[in-house]
C-alpha cells in the first residue's frame, strides 16, 4: 500500500510561485511513476507532470512546459512541483499520483494510477 500526501499550496498573484510537494509512504523500496494532476471546478483532471523516481526523467504536458519543474529526491520519498510564472488559469486542486509503471501514451491518464493524495488547493489570482 502506498500513501501519498500532499501540501505546499495556497494562494499567489498572477507570476508568481509555488512548490507543491508529495510525500510517499508504503513501499517505498520500488520505483513508481509519479503524475501530478489537477483539477478545476467544473474541469476534468488533466495531468500536467510526470517523473519515474527510477531515473528520474520528467515529463510535462504543454500547458505548463517551461514553466513548471518536477524533481524528486530519493533519500527522502519525495517528489516535488515547482510552479514559476503562475496564471489564473493554473488554478486548480493539485494531486500527486503513483503506479509502478505505465506505457508512454498513458503518461497523463488519470484512470491509470492507482494511489492519489488528497490534493492540495492552488489559487491565482489576475
Known amino acids: 500500500q502506498v500513501l501519498l500526501v500532499e501540501s505546499g499550496g495556497g494562494s499567489v498573484q498572477a507570476g508568481g510561485s509555488l512548490r507543491l510537494s508529495c510525500a510517499r509512504s508504503?513501499?517505498?523500496?520500488?520505483?513508481?511513476?509519479i503524475g501530478w494532476f489537477r483539477q478545476a471546478p467544473g474541469k476534468e483532471r488533466e495531468g500536467v507532470a510526470t517523473?519515474?523516481?527510477?531515473?528520474?526523467?520528467?515529463l510535462y504536458a504543454d500547458s505548463v512546459k517551461g514553466r513548471f519543474t518536477v524533481s524528486q529526491d530519493k533519500t527522502k520519498n519525495m517528489v516535488y512541483l515547482q510552479m514559476n510564472s503562475l496564471k489564473p488559469e493554473d488554478t486548480a486542486m493539485y494531486y500527486c499520483?503513483?503506479?509502478?509503471?505505465?506505457?508512454?501514451?498513458?503518461?497523463?491518464?488519470?484512470?491509470?494510477?492507482?494511489?492519489w493524495g488528497q490534493g492540495t488547493q492552488v489559487t491565482v489570482s489576475s
Open positions: 499520483a503513483a503506479v509502478p509503471f505505465l506505457p508512454l501514451p498513458r503518461l497523463f491518464a488519470p484512470d491509470a494510477y492507482t494511489y
Open positions: 508504503g513501499d517505498t523500496y520500488r520505483n513508481y511513476r
Open positions: 517523473i519515474y523516481t527510477g531515473e528520474g526523467r520528467a
